[in-house]
């Protein structure tokens, strides 16, 4: 795993502490030099520009939150950002253009997303889901497999083989307990749950998180943005999207806003949710973070 | 040119066959998500049904029969009854088959559309038999029905009937398009093999949809092969059954979504196959080229194209293949193995002759099906060719063997990597094609293979492919020794072999190569974003299946001295593809069942020899498919009830739960879940 | 509407005639003494909830309280185990065609639409005398968007469609299950009072699940919560939205 010292760099001094408070508002900004940074992003479905000329910067250790209107292209620049969506325009984690590097490879590099309608393995275990991120296959896997090194064959919570990684993204979002479950098992929230650990582990720098919490309900969502702060703070920049206004508001260090796929507002949760703009293309009333 | 022309439009005839076929296949895989294998069955039984009413007017029934009148029936009324016992025939494979199914894994339904297939090809051979007909079956030829008139065009001379033909097919696949284009019943039925629920949801029975689908397909795929069979030429127990091969590619050209394009490219691949029969006659074409191209060109041309027009990744909201059967991982303990290994040695020394003979069959084809338990099994790609690569490797060892003298295990390993290069090549089209519409372009694969290799007679010598006995360290290793058909040396030979082949697929499948390939085949987008290299993986999963049936094919070979092509045809395949999903396609177990059961194992020797039901075999088989797939369904649990009391009992202790259910979903979380069949179903 | 709780001790509404459930037979929904679950296990015990014409349930509980499962057995997609449902006098008995005759539709957590139609044929779809033109009406959004194929749009396009393609179909009871997720904040202040306005005007009985308590509470007349599959709280929708701790409580099961 090529690990950039500088980008795990867990201490996101430039980074306002959350949750921002008006008066930090007056500078808010990303980090001098951001992890992920996106310059000039464009995707182009047909007539349809879901994309236009999109920069997103997230730091490390940092809560970005996009939010905007359906259909606005929030899903679209993590396709784009992850390698799901052709585009133009720039995409660079830690330094490294990332433009032409195919999707797996991205993930390699640490760039981990979640999906909006969960899309776990459902042939595997919730462990096993987040195994096959660990785990590398391919000649050298067969090989491995065949010698037994590394073998773990089914692996049960009673296996004392495991990988801890593995444990830790679980415990993180308090699943430990339904690590050899099947996703068809648990609720709708639970499975999102399962997709932010599976971005979690194998040294994630940046999560891109589609929808995380819908499908939780107020409570389940609260302490979801409890979580995500643990995970932050340990060091992964982190790009949220949702459409949980308490959530996104009490959580995020800084808002991006999209509509017809541009950005069309950016700052602080407390600058942002009163930009007149913002309340009437997205929030309808206004809302206090 | 005008040679051209002509032969252009005689090749209307099966064009017209192709086309509508084609059409039909698109129809049903539209109005049902199901690549209906039978489509060229139910045709087949129309065209018998055709010529006996017209002979004497016997109306053939599955059993019994009536005799509607006295003598021949006329031409129009025995065409019409011919075409309706083809929609007869569609909708009880609806009702008894496939609506049974219709929540069931896509390869589920290929299964059991060959199971059908099987099944009435039998059923057509037992039923239009001199006892039941009154005449000779032998003697009867498809009478002509449309008009003999002929016009000269340009100097090319024109039959009215296969015009007539063409147009037939064009209105067809107009009306059908236009049926899922414009009407509400048509968009309806597009969205029931979608969502069914949904669509119940919303006051439709999509059962009903799809019963006028297979009705409509089954009518016009029975007229149109009942027109243009005499120009065709005879009658033959299968020949129409395989016209749903070719079917197929028209089909994939038109993406099995459009029903125009299929249409149109029937017509033309009919008329192509006649041109290229022309010109093959012409001194300049190349000797290799002259066997098989009418056959084979077309498919590679289509999936080529295929391939150049799909998606590495696949798009957004694209449909998802359907989930196979569940997983057991395979759980690797000594004794587990050790058993019935031993089993099988002893019952090597036991035997004798035939029965051993057929028993080493048995052995070698477990080897082959797993090679299928992993590649469709496990990465979830559907494909046809595991006899071809099988057939591959054995004719590479024939070649190393007899002209370059290879000593025998370099020898099986060397052919078994050719094998793996073939694999390797022909999981290319699968990065990008994917699902029935993949297996579709494997069979074009297997054929291409088939002709250009198997039946290419520049490649084959006079005297067949021989092979030369293995021998090690001194010792033959030969099968045959004086009366000895099948030696015990040679036997334990494949058993040892097959043995450690089969452990080394266990540790794979239950390791991190298994889990990578498990991703992928529940979805591809999310196994990229977790980091796997999907095309990697794939052609990886194609290599090891390759080189498992290779080192299969090889022994085949070593057990018949030669290379027999009949052994490695594309129906072969299907039919391991076959056994080994109702063996349960999920678990090396499935391949030992599939191996007892296959071709020429000891269930085919057991059914022919000692209980002398050969002439019902086909139909046997088909049937206990049928029932096995439809009925006794691998991809549920076998108690569900049952199961999930268990796990729900056992629940807080999670790993005694699994161990006891292993194939049972427990009792889910009421909020969260799609049931995949409410109780009430039927 | 009348919710009666499980401890108001009418169990099997048939049983107990006299009990004040049975007595209302304006309820265009009503469903006693229902249990519902998969495989022969209930997952949900002894639910009575009824809805008359006209009026919004808002139906909420934490996760895999079996919301969705008391949803699905009222449309007849489960089985029913006990007790019974129905819908203005028709009952259900677990078949989908008889809810969907009665007037019911069901919107469900995965939306339903059809992914390979376009979203004009996907509004097709509804057997509606006037063609889809008032749906476009009510959500002009999707004026852009009709010959877009459904699995292209994005998650709240298609919640959108579902739930415009649905009232196109005029139900005289509609069941929406997990209605705002993935649904912009606008978007949700647009179609709440959109579907209070369909409750008012049509007198179609609503039944709501929702995740957002505020929300829900705002628009319905009634609210219940269940918890482990029964139902734990029921009350007016205004009273229990200044009493926010008795759901509090009542979603942890006290
Ligand atoms: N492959 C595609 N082809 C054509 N249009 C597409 C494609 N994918 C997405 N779109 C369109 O692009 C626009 C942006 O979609 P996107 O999914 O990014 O929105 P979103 O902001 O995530 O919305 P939501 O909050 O509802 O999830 C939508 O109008 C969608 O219909
Ligand atoms: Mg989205």
Redesign the interface.
Known sequence: MPADPAGRDPAPASVPTAPSRPALASAPGPAPSPLLATRGLSVRYGGVLANDDVCIDVGAGEIVGLIGPNGAGKTTFVDAVTGFASHTGTIELGGVRLDSVPAHRRRRLGLARTWQSGELFTDLTVAENLAVVVERAGLRGVFDDLVGRRRRGRRTRADPAIDPAIDQALDLVGLAASADRRPEELSLGQQKLVGVARALVGSARVLLLDEPAAGLDTEESAEFGRELRRIAVAGPGVLLIDHDMALVLEVCDRLYVMDFGRIIAAGTPYDVSRDEQVVAAYLGSPVTP | MNDLLQFAVIGFSTGAVYAVLGASLVSLHIATGVVNFAQGSVALWAVWQTAALRANGTLVLPLGSVALGDGPMSAWPAVLVGATSGLVWSLAAHLLVFRPLRRAPALGQVVASVGVMLFIQALVTLRFDRDTMGVDPGGLVPLPVLTAQTFTFGGATIAVGNLLLAGLAVAAAAGLAAYFRFT?TG??T??GA??E?????????PDRLAAVVWGATGFLSGLTVVLAAPAIGGLDPVSYMLYVVPALAVALVGRLSSIGVACAAGLVLGALQQILLFLSTKPWWPSWASAGVGDAIPFVVVVVALFLLGRG?P?????EAG??P??A?P??RPLSAAAPLAATGIAIVLTSGQWRFSLVMSIVLTLVAASVVLLTGYLGQISLTTMAFAGAAGFALSKLTTNAHVPFPLSILLSALVATALGIVVGVPALRIRGAQLAVATIAAALAIESFVFNNPSLTPYTGNLIRDPSMLGHSLAVRQGTDVITLRFSFMVLVMVAVLLI?LA??L??????????V???E??????????P??KL?GFA?ASFLAGVGGCLIGYSRGQLSTASFTVLVGLTVLAATYAGGITRISGAVVAGLAGPLGVLYLFCTQTLELGKYYTLIVAAVMLLRVVVFRPDRALM??GA??VR?LLAPF??IA?RHAPTA???????????PE???AG | MNATSPTAETPDASQAPDAPAADRTDDALAIRGLSAGYRGVPAVRDIDLQVPAGSILALLGPNGAGKTTTLRAAAGLLPVLGGSVTVLGTPIAGRVEHATRAGLCLIPDNRGVFHRLTVAENLRLARSKDGYGPALDRFPQLRGLLNRRCGLLSGGEQQLLAIARTLLLRPRVLLVDEMSMGLSPVAVQRILPELRRVADEDGTAIVLVEQHIDQALSVADEAAVMHHGRIVLTGPAAELRQDRARIQRAYFGD
């Open positions: 509400r968009i309806a597009k969205a979608e969502d629920q949904a669509l119940r949801l919303m006051g439709y029975s990744i798009e957004r909201g694209a449909r989930a196979l569940p997983v991982v759980q690797l080394a540790r794979l239950s390791g991190a190569t298994g889990r990578a390939f498990l991703a085949r529940s979805n987008r999310a196994a990229a974003a977790a980091g796997v290299n999907v990697a993986v990886l090891l569900p009830q999930a009391r729900r999670p790993s699994r979903p427990a009792g889910p979380p009421a909020d969260a879940v799609h049931e409410s109780a009430h």
